[in-house]
């Protein structure tokens, strides 16, 4: 059972006289069967807190500074309507009472917590976003990660690992992104997947008669979700893990990679869809950093002189971060050049910039 | 001076008791000289108020199903490095305590209540959505609205009327969506716009040597702020009226689009680009919907018989309200047709649905 945390607050011109505004509206509440109890805050303006039925909750704070915030929790199983008319009718006395001296009214959303489903995940800026998820369509925790398959109304299915939204079907602008947004041509050519689970890259780069594409993705369960429920993204490419010009390695790529290294072989491109934050990192790599270059610097050693290196950097608003990650550029054992785009991702609902890399 | 509003919540797979959790939490709270009131809930749970130095209120609920809710309300010029502290020590108390209860811990960002620059749209669906904006660039009222331009890190310079986003300079997507997605030809047509005051699709549109693009829009302070502070989405053609292929008119498109049909006059293409809610509404008109159907009626009677009317429709999530819409074609003194296209246009953080409608 959740509980629905409303917010009602006004912004004033100047500062309201609390012996002019409280009682009206402690009467609203008392209407309501919930008693006050006044706190003293220590010259920091006027608070009272009210209890009521049903496990009803209120606070009215007139700030001593131009504010007044009302908060009311409710069951989500209590009468909705009935707090909406009270809300309303707190909103309306307000008005009233401080005619004239309000510069703001502002009525969130209310927020919903500790609902079943968990409809709240922050962009990567930390910014408070609500989605509308309406339900749960596959959850799983592999050895690796926990692995969620979220329906959305507008984004259809979106997979999230460890609550990070990693693809939705709404995304085609992401697998358009990270294989070069259409100006590069795959035909005859050997591509390198690191990651990619959800099928979508392989889906798109099959269409265009490669070589051969060898995908290197770590959880069989990543896989095993997105072909059932990723389907408007990955079509019916997962159901096999090995086709006419496709394999699938369901293997951590670090190894794989140094065993590249090793034998010498050479791709025309590698495409990083590794997620954001690392799920598997050898002893001997002890940042984020560190497993990023490790990965970066491998890659470019399998990468062919005339090769692309594609991936996903990070919000547009990162802009720290993706300051960090071009430093980590210059820091290769191969010299490089980069370029980056900045993409929209429907369901990302933050700008996200993708970079090219080759060797100079 | 705004308020910052923390959760904390965890869900539970069985009810916590109270006796065993709450007297350490208190104690953390005491810690940092927050004094409880214990309040009675008719058995709903516990519930403690809790209030401190600097204006400080915490709210600690043990409910008596598998929930616990923390709230914890601080001024933002007070020691939020000390707040994040207390934060991160219930956080970590409640862990031992609930050890191997616990199916989910959740920790929003900050609501920011009351700030000078308000950072909360909601969706046109209703969800909470915390936009990067920084700062106000122009902020006016006038005859017929608020007009706020408002700056984003990540979407440039945002207009926004009556609190509702009309267009951010990262909205290219929405300008190409409702002039048809670029498989129009405008050379040497005649294009009538019905509100577009951002400039958006009047700088595009000039660039295909269209006969003559007649703009109607009511607002002249919409043009002042955008030709000043939306300049990445008019560039300098809301610099003059007019220009070779181009005039605006500001006026109410009602009066002028019954003169044409008066005139016989007649278009290759109408673009309605007014907002959703209209801001001028003729007393004959009664209704949203009406007026909604008035200005599709008089448009499609200036229509050539093989011209195109665009328009926006509405979040993609509005199924009813676009229903409705449709509705309203089919309800026209002349019989249409439709397709609909659903766009991602960044700054709206949801799908957004553009009708093409012409004559059967």
């Keep these: 059972m959740a509980l629905r945390h409303y917010t009602l607050d006004f912004n004033l011109s100047t500062a309201a006289d609390p012996a002019k505004t409280v009682p009206d509206l402690l009467s609203i509440f008392n209407e309501q069967e919930m008693t006050e109890t006044v706190h003293d805050t220590n010259g920091h303006g006027y608070l009272a807190t009210l209890v009521g039925k049903n496990g009803r909750l209120a606070i009215l704070r007139v700030h001593s500074h131009g504010l007044v915030t009302i908060d009311l929790q409710c069951y989500e199983e209590d009468n909705i309507a009935q707090l909406d008319n009270l809300l309303n009718a707190l909103e309306k006395e307000l008005k009233v009472l401080l005619n004239g001296n309000i510069t703001r009214v502002k009525r969130l959303p209310p927020l919903v917590r500790g609902a079943k489903i968990d409809r709240y995940l922050p962009t990567t800026d930390k910014r408070m976003i609500e989605y509308d998820i309406d339900r749960v369509v596959y959850e799983e925790d592999s050895e690796y990660q926990n692995i969620k398959i979220l329906h959305s109304q507008q984004f259809g299915n979106i997979l999230v690992l460890n609550d990070d939204i990693n693809l939705a079907e709404s995304d085609f602008a992401y697998t358009q992104a990270i294989i070069g947004s259409g100006k590069e041509n795959y035909a005859?050519?050997?591509?390198?997947?690191?990651?990619?689970?959800?099928?979508?890259?392989?889906?798109?780069?099959?269409?265009?008669?490669?070589?051969?594409?060898?995908?290197?993705?770590?959880?069989?369960?990543?896989?095993?979700?997105?072909?059932?429920?990723?389907?408007?993204?990955?079509?019916?490419?997962?159901?096999?893990?090995?086709?006419?010009?496709?394999?699938?390695?369901?293997?951590?790529?670090?190894?794989?990679?140094?065993?590249?290294?090793?034998?010498?072989?050479?791709?025309?491109?590698?495409?990083?869809?590794?997620?954001?934050?690392?799920?598997?990192?050898?002893?001997?790599?002890?940042?984020?950093?560190?497993?990023?270059?490790?990965?970066?610097?491998?890659?470019?050693?399998?990468?062919?002189?005339?090769?692309?290196?594609?991936?996903?950097?990070?919000?547009?608003?990162?802009?720290?971060?993706?300051?960090?990650?071009?430093?980590?550029?210059?820091?290769?054992?191969?010299?490089?050049?980069?370029?980056?785009?900045?993409?929209?991702?429907?369901?990302y609902l933050e700008l996200w910039v993708f970079y090219t890399v080759w060797k100079k």
């Excluded at 889906?203 to 265009?208: F, G, I, S």
């Excluded at 690392?278 to 270059?293: A, G, N």
């Excluded at 971060?321 to 820091?331: C, I, N, R, T, V």
Aim: charged letters at 25%; a negative charge; proline letters at 4%.
């Design 188 to 347: 005859g050519k050997e591509v390198l997947i690191l990651g990619g689970g959800d099928g979508g890259i392989l889906a798109e780069l099959v269409k265009q008669k490669p070589k051969m594409i060898t995908m290197l993705e770590i959880d069989q369960k990543v896989i095993d979700g997105c072909k059932t429920h990723m389907r408007r993204t990955c079509g019916n490419i997962l159901d096999n893990l090995k086709g006419d010009c496709y394999q699938i390695l369901v293997e951590d790529c670090v190894p794989v990679l140094k065993k590249y290294v090793q034998e010498g072989r050479m791709f025309d491109y590698v495409i990083n869809d590794l997620t954001a934050v690392p799920i598997s990192t050898e002893p001997e790599e002890d940042s984020t950093w560190e497993f990023l270059r490790l990965i970066l610097d491998l890659s470019i050693k399998v990468l062919h002189p005339s090769g692309k290196y594609f991936t996903q950097g990070n919000s547009a608003n990162m802009t720290e971060a993706l300051s960090l990650y071009e430093e980590q550029l210059g820091k290769l054992s191969c010299p490089v050049d980069f370029s980056k785009e900045v993409v929209c991702v429907p369901s």
